[in-house]
């Protein structure tokens, strides 16, 4: 078949023209989602609480864009631009800086930091984890970030947060996961407890037990619930559990192993993991 031959064919400044009207509706659109700030600031006001944050909300708008995002343009600077836009916006809303333990080194939880909430919103380092807590425990609406798997001179951190006023963990990022993900180290997201846009489907509990004993994770397995951190020398665990479960099964799980809870207190809660498993 003879293709067509198009009498005027397309020229480098017709693209680009093409790209600068393009540009100039995106940035459009932008200005169009700030003048939306003003009124959601006044509402979220009425509701009461410090922070603009809202994990789960965040978390469901991160699943939604990986899940409908398609052509050229990688995911990964994808759900970097989205995961700016978002943080930036919540920053205008109300500033907040946010808090890193860099014990385990500064440079990946920069990146981390710098992926999730962009550089306008200020990066504070800690030498430790309660210089984290104490840092969000000070300041309004400030977010803490702590690794999952924390340096071994972190022990049990995590009972930190076990004080009804201490933080609490709100979110666990990234919040799409793959195994290549451009800021994978997994982290949680610490603040003052939050008062609505809480995200329940994962519930974090400090768990201390009357003895240490290896295979605590199959064990918990049967409830749906995950050991996330362990301090064995302080019998202690931070467990995962689904918010369907109570903490009832928790108990039955881990005495069919052999081992008693002697203190269970909840410390967070975060959106439902969620793997993204790229179409090749
Ligand atoms: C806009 C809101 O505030 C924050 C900013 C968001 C955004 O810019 O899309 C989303 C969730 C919140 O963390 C909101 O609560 O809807």
């Not at 397995?221 to 064995?232: D, M, N, R």
């Not at 039955?252 to 192993?257: D, P, Y």
Request: charged fraction near 20%.
């Amino acid at each position: 078949m003879m293709l067509e031959r198009r009498p005027n064919p397309e020229t480098l400044a017709d693209l680009r023209d093409e790209i600068d009207r393009i540009d100039a509706c995106l940035h459009e659109m932008l200005m169009q989602r700030g003048e939306i700030i003003d009124r959601l600031i006044a509402v979220k006001a009425r509701a009461g609480g410090s922070s603009a944050f809202r994990p789960g909300r965040e978390a469901d708008m991160m699943r939604r864009l990986v899940e409908r995002h398609k052509g050229i343009l990688p995911l990964d600077t994808v759900e970097s631009i989205w995961r700016i836009i978002i943080s930036t916006f919540t920053f205008v809303q109300a500033n907040y800086s946010v808090h890193a333990d860099i014990s385990g080194g500064d440079a990946q939880m920069r990146d981390c930091c710098r992926f999730h909430f962009g550089f306008t919103v200020p990066y504070v380092t800690h030498a430790d984890v309660a210089d984290v807590v104490a840092a969000v425990s000070a300041a309004s609406g400030d977010l803490g970030l702590v690794p999952v798997v924390s340096s071994p001179a972190s022990g049990a951190w995590w009972q930190q947060l076990a004080a009804p006023a201490a933080p609490k963990i709100i979110a666990r990022l990234p919040f799409v996961e793959r195994p290549d993900h451009p800021a994978a180290t997994p982290l949680f997201v610490i603040a003052k407890p939050v008062k609505d846009g809480a995200a329940r489907d994962s519930v974090l509990y400090a768990a201390t037990l009357t003895r240490w004993r290896d295979g605590l994770n199959a064990a918990l397995g049967a409830s749906g619930a995950e050991l996330v951190a362990k301090a064995p020398e302080a019998h202690a665990a931070l467990l995962a559990v689904p918010g369907a479960t109570p903490p009832a099964s928790l108990r039955e799980a881990l005495a069919g192993h052999g081992v008693e809870i002697s203190s269970l207190t909840e410390v967070g809660s975060h959106a439902a993991r969620f793997d993204f498993v790229r179409a090749s």
